[in-house]
């Protein structure tokens, strides 16, 4: 006789980047449980990015409530399912409050809340880069027993879903064939600044690879629009898509760009993890052994990124740039 159908809950809340990286956990998730019905509890940001992706069946988008009738209705809908089993990948302060909440009876929990029924007890999780860690959570969790937890053995997400139903391109007779082009993530966490190399180095960096052939795409939120008009003042015909691109577009992008360079932000996780080759730049804030996107990716690290010279990032993109596009 077949087994039941379960129900299973998924909690990932965000920021981007994290978001993305746990894919990599949410697909492994969805293979352990193929027949199961699996349910994300997020925020609104995801919810189109989450609800296109095949982890899932239904995705909740109220994972912070703030008020207590907010908490309350909370509680009563993840009372009411009655799921099977919650794989916690938020594991955060919030998450935690999530679990509290569910008591008496709370349901089988894999995560790090107190008293969850099956705790990620590696006391060296905190060190470990994400995919390594979330890896390692499913393992404890017992549905990934042979997981890879040594440094950088985790495989990294698989966006192919995004573009995989896509129409094909079709070639228009006598048309000049595009540049090709990278994409530019020159922005971020506007209480983060830190984070950021300075918009005028993207301008030189633009400028140099402008020469070389290639077409220059910016990306980021409608408040990075200025950061895209700096950089054009520099290379007039790069594109500012700021503030005109989902996270999808942003996956699609970064699966047919040359290359990718900005921040350690959201999007430019997305561009790397589409496929892009992929120049991360991290300032001290950030330990990207803990966080880097994975993929062809190269990371390099200022503690201040106003110190990172022009030259050095445009030494690494190079180095991953396809050798056939010819200088313009």
């Known amino acids: 006789m077949p087994r039941a159908v379960q129900k299973i809950l998924v909690i990932k809340l ?65 009372k009411g399912a009655n799921y099977a089993r919650v794989y916690d990948l938020q594991t955060s302060a919030q998450s935690n409050r999530i679990f ?51 440094p950088g053995t985790a495989p990294p997400p698989d966006l192919s879903w995004v573009w995989k139903h896509l129409p094909a391109e079709r070639p228009v007779p006598g048309a000049v064939k595009p540049r090709p082009y990278v ?29 070389r052939g290639f077409d220059i795409v910016i990306i980021g939120g409608p408040q990075e629009t200025a950061l895209a008009h700096a950089i054009q003042r520099t290379v007039p015909r790069a594109r500012d898509l700021t503030g005109r691109t989902d996270f999808a577009r942003v996956a699609i992008l970064g699966a047919k760009a040359a290359l990718a360079v900005g921040n350690d932000t959201g999007p430019l996780h997305l561009a790397a993890a589409s496929g892009a080759p992929t120049v991360v730049l991290f300032s001290g804030a950030s330990d990207p052994s803990l966080s880097a996107p994975r993929g062809k990716v190269l990371v390099l690290q200022a503690d201040r990124l106003s110190e990172m010279p022009v030259a050095k990032v445009a030494q690494a993109a190079v180095s991953l740039l396809p050798q056939t596009a010819g200088a313009g």
């Not at 095949?54 to 908490?71: K, L, S």
């Not at 909440?101 to 107190?114: N, Q």
């Not at 470990?128 to 959570?137: K, S």
């Not at 600044?193 to 020469?211: D, F, G, M, Q, T």
């Open 14 to 78: 965000g920021a981007l980047g994290d978001f993305v990286l746990a894919l990599a956990a949410m697909k492994k998730i969805r293979e352990a449980h193929r027949k199961d019905h699996i349910t994300l509890l997020t925020t609104p940001p995801f919810e189109a990015l989450a609800k296109s992706c095949p982890y899932f069946n239904a995705v909740e988008t109220d994972g912070r409530p703030e008020t207590f009738p907010q908490w309350m209705a909370l509680r009563r809908r993840l």
């Open 100 to 150: 509290q909440i569910l008591r008496p009876g709370p349901p089988p929990w894999s995560g790090v809340a107190l008293g969850c029924s099956m705790p990620h007890r590696n006391k060296l999780r905190d060190s470990m880069h994400t995919l390594e860690r979330q890896a390692d959570q499913l393992m404890y969790a017992g549905i990934w027993p042979d997981a890879p937890t040594a």
């Open 183 to 211: 994409m530019f993530v020159p922005g971020g966490s506007a209480h983060r600044p830190e984070k950021r190399w300075p918009v005028e180095r993207y301008a030189e960096l633009a400028r140099i690879l402008y020469s």
